[in-house]
C-alpha cells in the first residue's frame, strides 16, 4: 500500500497535479479494506488448530498409505510362496517322468489331479495346440465336465458316450469357447454359465448342465500352448475370485515345469529319429536292386539321392512273366523305422502280386486293401507308381496312388505329357479304387516317374524344380539312353539346388523304348 502512495506521490509531483495523489491515496484504502476486515475476523488459536490438523490428516493419510502398501507387497510375496512351493513339487515330481514311455501324458494326468483337488473343481480338462494343423487337442481328462461347447448332432446324450466325445476331441482355434480364449490370451473366470453368450448349452439333461468355468491359459516362453479348464457342476458353489487367482498361480507353475519336460522331449525324440533313421537308411539302400535286369529292346536308368533320417523313397524292377515287366517307383509318408516298416510291407506284396495276369490297378487294389488291413499304430501312406510293360505288345498297363507323376515322352512330335490319374495315397482306406491307362509305346518313346521330392526340390532362392526342368533335360537328350537321360537329370537337378538344403529324396526311374 505504501508503494501505491509513494508512486502517486511522485507521479503528482512531476505533473504538477495534485489530484492523481488524492486517488491514489483512495486506491490504496480500498485495497487496504479486504485485509482490515478479514484481520478483525481471525483466530490464531483456530487457525494454530487447523495447521495442526491438516498436518495430523497428512500423516494419517501417510500411514494408511503405508500399511496399504504393505498389505500389498505382502499379498505379492504370498502369491510367489505359493508359486514357489507347487514350482519346487512339480520340478521334484517331473523329474520321475523322464524315464517313463508316456512322459508328458502322464505329467499332464498328474497336474490334472493337482489342480482339481487344489481348486476344488468337479471337472478338469488339459487341452495341447497342435501347431501343425491349427488345432486343440484334449489331453487329460478327470470328473464330470459338462462340455460348454455344441455337442455333434448325431451324438446321443448318453454320459459314456458325451464322455468319450469330449476325451478325444479336437478342437478349431474359431467357432467355439475353446479356441477364443486361447486366441484371446487371457484368462477368464465364468461365476454363471447361463449368462454367459461363449458357453453353449447343450441340456436339458442334468449332466450336461453346465454350471462355473474357468480357463486357464498354459504358456512356453510367453506363447499360448494349451488350455487348463476347470468346471463345477450346475447346482454347486460357483468358483470365486480366491478359486481363479488359485488356478492362474497353479497354471504358472505348470507352465515353468513343462519348460524342461518339453526341452528333454524334443532332445529325445531328435536323438531317437537321428538313430532310427540310421538304421533306416541303411536298410534302404539294401532294397534297391543293385544290378538292372538286362532288358531286350529297353534301355534303364533312374537314381535316388537320399536325405539324412528321410527314409521315404524306393524303386523296383521286377521281371515277373514273359508278358510283363513291373516297374515300381513309391514314396512313403513319415520318416526313419516308420516308413521304412511300411516300405518293406509294400515291396513284399507287390513282389507276390505283380506275378499274376492281374491289370495293374487291381494289382494297386490288393496291395492297398493288405496295407490297411495291418492294424498298426504308425501312419502307413505312400504314393506309389506301377508301369506293367508286355515287351511283346509294346503296351504300358499304368497305375498311380498318391501324388507319383508318370510322364510320357513321345518321340514322334517330341512332347512329354502327364498321363498319370490322380487318386487317394495307398494306405488311406481299404476300399479305394484305382484306375489304370494303358498306352502304346514306340521306338524312342520314354516313360518317366519320379518322387515328388525331385520336382520340389529348392535352389538357394527357395524356387522349386518344377516338372519344366525335367521337361527340358528329357526333350534335351532324348536321343540318348535311359540311363544317360538319368545322370544329365541328376547333374542338373545338383547344379539348380546348389548349396540349399533338401529335406525330402529325390528319385527318378526312366524307360526308353529301343
Known amino acids: 500500500m505504501s508503494a501505491i502512495i509513494a508512486l502517486g506521490a511522485v507521479y503528482s509531483l512531476f505533473n504538477k497535479q495534485y489530484f492523481y495523489l488524492a486517488v491514489t491515496i483512495i486506491i490504496a484504502q480500498v485495497l487496504l479494506l479486504p485485509y482490515l476486515i478479514l484481520k478483525a475476523f481471525d483466530n490464531p488459536q483456530k487457525r494454530e ?12 493419510v501417510s ?35 523322464f524315464s517313463s514311455n508316456n512322459s508328458l501324458e502322464n505329467f499332464l494326468e498328474y497336474c490334472n489331479n493337482l489342480v ?4 476344488k473343481a468337479d471337472g ?16 487329460s481328462f478327470k470328473g464330470n465336465f459338462p462340455p460348454p461347447y455344441k455337442l455333434p448332432e448325431d451324438l446321443p446324450h448318453k454320459p459314456i458316450r458325451v464322455e468319450t466325445n469330449l476325451k478325444f476331441a479336437q478342437f478349431p482355434l474359431t467357432d467355439n469357447i475353446f479356441g477364443q480364449i486361447f486366441t484371446d490370451g487371457q484368462p477368464v473366470l465364468i461365476e454363471d454359465s447361463v449368462k454367459d453368450s461363449r458357453v453353449f ?8 448342465k453346465c454350471g462355473s468355468y474357468i480357463f486357464v491359459q498354459l504358456k512356453q516362453f510367453d506363447t499360448v500352448i494349451g488350455l487348463i479348464a476347470l468346471s463345477r457342476n450346475y447346482g454347486n458353489e460357483k468358483f470365486t475370485k480366491a478359486d481363479f487367482d488359485s488356478a492362474i498361480i497353479l497354471a504358472d507353475a505348470i507352465s515353468t515345469s513343462m519348460k524342461p519336460l518339453y526341452s528333454f522331449l ?49 524303386y523296383d524292377i521286377l521281371v515277373s512273366r514273359k508278358d510283363k515287366i513291373s516297374f515300381v517307383m513309391a514314396d512313403v509318408a513319415g520318416k526313419g523305422m516308420n516308413s521304412l516298416i511300411v516300405m ?52 504300358a498297363d499304368i497305375c498311380t496312388c498318391g501324388n507319383n507323376p508318370v510322364f510320357h515322352y513321345c518321340a514322334s512330335d517330341k512332347t512329354v505329357k502327364q498321363i498319370s490319374i490322380p487318386s487317394e495315397p495307398m494306405g488311406v482306406t481299404k476300399d479305394t479304387v484305382y484306375k489304370s491307362d494303358t498306352i502304346h509305346l514306340s521306338p524312342g518313346d520314354i516313360i518317366v516317374t519320379c518322387t515328388d521330392g525331385l520336382l520340389e526340390s529348392l535352389n538357394e532362392n527357395g524356387v522349386q524344380y518344377s516338372l519344366e526342368n525335367l521337361k527340358k533335360v528329357i526333350i534335351k537328350n532324348s536321343n540318348a539312353s535311359a540311363k544317360d537321360i538319368s545322370n544329365r537329370v541328376k547333374d542338373n537337378l545338383k547344379r539348380y539346388c546348389g548349396t540349399a538344403q533338401q529335406y525330402d529324396d529325390q528319385s527318378l526311374l526312366i524307360v526308353k523304348v529301343q
Not at 289 to 297: A, C, D, H, R
Open 49 to 60: 488448530e487447523k495447521r495442526a490438523s491438516k498436518k495430523q490428516t497428512e500423516i494419517n
Open 63 to 97: 500411514h494408511d498409505s503405508d500399511m496399504v502398501n504393505k498389505e500389498v507387497v505382502a499379498q505379492i510375496e504370498e502369491k510367489y510362496k505359493r508359486l514357489l512351493n507347487i514350482n519346487k513339487d512339480l520340478i521334484f515330481k517331473l523329474s520321475t517322468f
Open 116 to 119: 482339481t483337488e487344489k481348486v
Open 124 to 139: 478338469c480338462i488339459f487341452i495341447i495346440a497342435d501347431d501343425y494343423d491349427n488345432t486343440l487337442s484334449v489331453k
Open 201 to 208: 448349452q447343450n441340456g436339458p439333461e442334468e449332466f450336461l
Open 266 to 314: 524334443d532332445y529325445a525324440e531328435h536323438t531317437e529319429l537321428h538313430k532310427g533313421g540310421s538304421i533306416a537308411s541303411k536298410y534302404q539302400k539294401d532294397m534297391l536292386p543293385q544290378k538292372f535286369p538286362v532288358i531286350p529292346g529297353l534301355s534303364i536308368g533312374c537314381f535316388t539321392n537320399q536325405m539324412e533320417n528321410v527314409c521315404g523313397d524306393y
Open 344 to 395: 518293406i510291407m509294400i515291396r513284399a506284396v507287390l513282389r507276390l502280386a505283380v506275378h499274376t495276369a492281374q491289370s495293374a490297378s487291381t494289382v494297386m487294389s490288393w496291395v492297398n486293401r493288405g496295407i490297411c488291413l495291418e492294424n498298426s499304430k504308425i501312419d502307413h501312406f505312400a504314393s506309389v507308381a506301377l508301369i506293367d510293360y508286355n515287351p511283346l505288345t509294346k503296351e
